[in-house]
């Protein structure tokens, strides 16, 4: 049992007349649930061994069960109503009767289930043996045969062993009500019943990993995880997920300084714990691939000799090479860049400590794998409003979300509020499987031009709702005509406003951990064909090169001969990706004839520390718990120790000789203090200095409101495209192109799925 009540009322008589009476008004859901769920609110707890408040236990583990006073037999609390057993009622949860009725309850659970916990994956955090040690006998009255029931194939996540399974159907109604998939079910009757798929099918979903922990026995465990360990001999540790926006909170579990596996958090903010995705839980193996090099080394001319050299070498090497270029610049009266190319999944310690390198140096630019949100001046145009909204509204229009595959989190409070009642979902985009009921309105922008201009049938609807929800994707706001749709959008929301008098909710869902940090922090600009031409080397700094539609665009041109009449090329390339050798950094190598290429290794996401800022507007911190590997380093280190030995030369492009920007911090605490006095705001000077001006003295200024003249806006009528089609290696995170588990589950769920299940045409 996982009960997140820190008390108990054992033995206890409570009668509840007097509560209904005075908040029979204000608590009218809670007489209407199951006893259970109200004892969970008033505070009594139950022993009901029931992972998720949720998922109550049925079937025939029957342990929940209470006495009431006058009741010939004891009742199951989860399956009978609080306003029928509670009125004028007393009810008992430790009584005589009520430790007999769960002894004989558990002497049928243990009839057919074997008797293997020495060699049992689940055993040290399995419910049946915690179970029978409070309610266990010693001896048994049935001597027949233990059945024997044939295992299934679930996919490469789950193992089964389905003699163990005592029929509970967690698996099944998780399935079904969380997971929206009616892959599961349990066939045949009396003892010849059985859980599994009624075809010869895996069980397809991407929180498929989550009946690993809700099967309270051995049943199903992990694929992935069998005969390494006991759970007392793992170390837990907190930490936050790395694949998509949200950065849920986990817990990693190691052994010998090793990733064993990963579990969901603690959640303290609802008091509970949520489901994570399979990649959450399984693609760590990415970081510590075999691929990975964990050493550094510099490749020279014909890209055949490769030389390994030392941390001090290799520094010294880049500065060099940066000065050798900055005199020939000076020869040749032009300034070329070293341009530093990432995405949204570095910290916020390293993107300050880049964005103050680019100022020391004039010569060094920032550039991101991807296009940015152009319109980064208010909240709302990056952030994703607390999905807690959606419970006060009855509508919800996505505007090219994948909702499933982009935020898994966020697809699960969909469900969560359709199976409420009184809810409504409208798509803009490719018809896709959301595991709710999805009413489509088209592909393109023209819809979305319609419905802003009120000639669309759901405007209609939008009015008449109440706090209608409107969700769009950051790779919509991507798109090169994005100043017209934020026209359209603005539009659709001051038609709302006016004509309605309930408040609409725009909202924005973030595809990676930090991609809100890096609007907040600057607009920063995306890699483009012509910045190729003005650079002389490239420093390629944990970006997913592998899942870049914009860098391959670039590249394939290349090969394509699209940029014949370029004759200036990269002078060398640095590579910082995790210790990862990508595909697009050799591509540019090669298309673009580099000479010189450095690797720089560097260290995983959990063998550093830095602070996230998630698609919700909170801050996220990692810890680093696992030491680095031979010599790697963290990122915040490499890029100081660049910034350390650059200051030994004096660079002749740089014209804006910003000798007052240094970095000298050597801890990461201190350096964490200085970007928070950078960009942060600070008591004293919101206490000691005002800011605008006085009203006596802003009545001197005459300020006249000029019409503007609005300039004509292009609207690219192209369909809303599908940037992830594949949830396992398709994400914006690092790692899931190189995990083992996460290529076979995407070869199965590619085996298994057609071409036409999308729909891409009018």
């Known amino acids: 049992m996982k009960s997140f009540k820190y008390f108990h009322i054992n033995n206890i008589k409570f009668n509840y007349t007097l509560e209904f009476q005075s908040n029979q008004k204000s608590d009218n859901w809670k007489y209407n649930a199951p006893l259970i769920e109200y004892c969970e609110t008033v505070g009594i707890n139950i022993p009901h061994y029931c992972y998720h408040k949720s998922l109550s236990i049925s079937g025939n583990c029957r342990m929940c069960l209470v006495e009431l006073k006058n009741s010939p037999k004891p009742i199951v609390s989860c399956a009978m109503s609080a306003k029928s057993c509670l009125n004028n009622s007393e009810v008992y949860t430790n009584s005589p009767l009520v430790k007999k009725a769960r002894e004989n309850v558990l002497e049928f659970l243990l009839l057919n289930h074997p008797l293997d916990c020495p060699v049992c994956d689940q055993g040290g955090e399995c419910d049946l043996q915690e179970q029978s040690f409070f309610f266990g006998m010693s001896k048994k009255r049935f001597y027949n045969f233990k059945r024997v029931v044939m295992d299934k194939n679930l996919g490469p996540i789950v193992k089964t062993v389905m003699t163990r399974c005592i029929h509970c159907t967690r698996c099944v109604r998780f399935a079904r009500e969380v997971a929206g998939v009616l892959d599961l079910g349990m066939f045949g009757r009396g003892v010849s019943s059985e859980i599994g798929t009624y075809v010869q099918k895996t069980f397809q979903s991407e929180l498929s990993g989550n009946v690993i922990e809700l099967c309270p026995v051995g049943a199903l465990t992990s694929k992935l995880y069998p005969f390494v360990s006991r759970n007392w001999e793992l170390k837990n540790i907190s930490s936050v997920d790395f694949s998509d926006g949200f950065g849920s909170d986990i817990d990693v579990y190691i052994k010998n300084n090793k990733i064993v596996k990963i579990s969901p958090g603690f959640n303290y903010s609802s008091n509970s714990v949520d489901w994570i995705s399979d990649k959450t839980r399984f693609s760590f193996d990415g970081m510590f691939s075999p691929e990975r090099v964990l050493e550094g080394f510099i490749v020279y001319g014909n890209k055949n000799c490769k030389i390994s050299l030392l ?262 390339c640095l590579e910082h990706n995790h210790s990862m050798i990508t595909e ?134 192209t369909n809303f495209k599908i940037w992830i089609k594949d949830f396992y290696i398709g994400g914006s995170d690092c790692y899931s192109n190189h995990s083992i588990t996460m290529i076979n589950c995407s070869k199965l769920y590619r085996s298994q799925k057609s071409n036409f299940t999308v729909l891409i045409a009018n």
Not at 328 to 351: Q, Y
Not at 601 to 620: A, C, D, I, M, R
Not at 635 to 663: A, C, E
């Open 311 to 572: 941390w001090s070498t290799l520094l010294t090497e880049i500065v060099n090479t940066l000065y050798f270029q900055d005199h020939l610049n000076k020869h040749f009266l032009r300034v070329n860049r070293l341009l530093i190319i990432f995405n949204s999944n570095v910290s916020l310690e390293v993107l300050n400590l880049l964005m103050l390198f680019s100022k020391k140096y004039n010569f060094i630019k920032l550039r991101k794998t991807e296009g940015n949100v152009k319109s980064n001046d208010f909240e709302n145009n990056i952030l994703l409003d607390s999905t807690e909204k959606l419970d006060h509204s009855n509508l919800c229009l996505l505007v090219g979300v994948n909702a499933r595959y982009e935020g898994s989190h966020f697809n699960l409070k969909l469900r969560q509020r359709y199976l409420k009642g009184n809810f409504k979902i409208v798509s803009l985009g490719s018809s896709l499987d959301l595991t709710v009921p999805v009413s489509h309105l088209g592909l393109s922008s023209k819809v979305l031009k319609s419905l802003s201009e009120g000639n669309s049938f759901l405007c209609q609807e939008l009015l008449n709702s109440i706090n209608p929800t409107v969700i769009i994707s950051t790779e919509l706001l991507k798109r090169s005509d994005f100043i017209g749709i934020n026209t359209l959008l603005d539009l659709l929301k001051e038609n709302l406003k006016r004509h309605s008098s309930k408040q609409p909710h725009f909202s924005v869902l973030s595809s990676s951990i930090n991609e809100v940090g890096v609007n907040y922090l600057q607009n920063f600009k995306a890699i483009m064909s012509k910045d190729f031409l003005t650079s002389n080397g490239l420093y390629f700094l944990n970006s997913n090169t592998n899942s870049s539609s914009n860098l391959n665009k670039i590249v394939n041109l290349k090969i394509l001969n699209y940029f014949s009449s370029y004759d200036k090329t990269p002078f060398f």
């Open 584 to 717: 697009v950094p050799k591509s540019v190598i090669t298309n673009y004839s580099v000479c010189n290429y450095i690797n720089l290794p560097n260290n995983v996401f959990f063998e550093s520390s830095g602070t996230y800022l998630n698609t919700q507007g909170l801050f996220k911190k990692v810890v680093k718990f696992l030491p680095s590997s031979k010599q790697t380093k963290e990122d915040w280190q490499i890029i100081r120790k660049l910034f350390s030995y650059s200051k030994r030369i004096n660079y002749v492009t740089s014209f804006k000789f910003n000798n007052l920007i240094h970095f000298n911090n050597n801890t990461f605490n201190n350096y964490k203090s200085f970007i928070g006095f950078l960009y942060f705001a600070n008591r004293f000077i919101a206490t000691n200095h005002k800011s605008g001006l006085n009203k006596s003295i802003q009545g001197n200024f005459n300020i006249e409101k000029k019409v503007l003249k609005v300039t004509k806006t292009k609207l690219l009528l």
